[in-house]
């Protein structure tokens, strides 16, 4: 059985264009690793069922996430400002980028969230650093599953070359949980004014990004052929966004997909973001094999500190691997 079943969406502009769903379970692994190729060059983003992550764990997070937006602003102001992290609230990095929401934004490494929870859940520190601890180790997991049937797909003998990168102690992935009030004055509902904005338009810097929302619709992908679709909210499933490290390490097979989010008029929504990232002092460099005369080097080596840097002094929307491109593309 082959779950490849795109969700048709009818978008207000054109045709029906469907996300792929790509079931996990599937036994017929190579099939799976095709599917997965497949989503990350054509969209570079797909929705996984089936994918072994507890409930409750995800519950736990979501609620944990829920508690801490429900406090008062100066409750939660004793967890920021997010430089880089902590609490925000609309401006969004240090660049002038603003939206419709308040977030949290943790580095993944447990010393720095068993610190962090302390202001964050004062009441029980160790309940909240639990739960994200839990999150974020199932969802590394699901990253790497991810990763390694990706590396399979094309075909690169180190099946790890990704997957390593996230897993390595050093790693440098972060976590967010964003939180989108209800708008006060909605101009209209689904109109991409900047007050409907709740988070610009962009790419994510990192290798590979798994998200999940509670049941609030928001989430927008934007096609190769610049069509804007709207990723229906499935708060039992993970959408994976392939960021602009994957794009680099597979020498722009992949391709890191522009998104937003808008915010609702009537609902709050909830996200949750891991944002899988290789050490600071690692090469963002393809393996050979996805090097050829016909498909020749399009960036210059760079590591991860040096994107990172180049990403932070950037906007939001900055397209920031052009930054890295080879004098030949
Ligand atoms: C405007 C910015 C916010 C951001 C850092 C940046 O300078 C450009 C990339 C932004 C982004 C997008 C994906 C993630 O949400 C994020 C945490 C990341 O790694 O890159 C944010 C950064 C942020 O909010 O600090
Ligand atoms: O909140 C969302 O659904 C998307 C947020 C996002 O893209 C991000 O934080 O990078
Ligand atoms: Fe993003």
Known sequence: MVAASPIPIRSKKTK???????????????????????????????????????????????????????????EKQRAGPARPFGFGCRNIGVNGDMGEL???????????????????????????????????????????EILDLAAEGLWVPDKFVFSRLIRDVHSDSVFRINHYPPLVNPVKEWDPSPSNIGFGEHSDPQILTILTSNDVAGLQICFQDGLWVPVPPDPTSFYVIVGDALQALTNGRFVSVRHRALANSTRQRLSMMYFGAPPLNSWICPPPEMVSPRNPTLYKPFTWSDFKNAAYSLRLGDTRLDLFKTATC
């Open 102 to 144: 308040e977030y949290l934004l943790l580095h993944t490494n447990p010393l720095d969230i068993s610190e962090r929870s302390q202001s964050i859940n004062s009441d029980d520190p160790t309940k909240f650093s639990c739960a994200v601890n839990d999150y974020v180790h199932a969802v590394r997991e699901l990253a790497c």
């Open 16 to 74: 029906a264009v469907g996300i792929p769903t790509i079931d996990l379970s599937i036994q017929n692994k190579s099939k799976v690793s095709r599917l997965i190729v497949n989503a990350c060059e054509e969209l570079g983003f797909f929705k996984v069922i089936n994918h072994g992550v507890p409930k409750e764990v995800v519950s736990s997070m979501r609620d944990e996430g829920t508690q801490f937006f429900a406090k008062t602003i100066a």
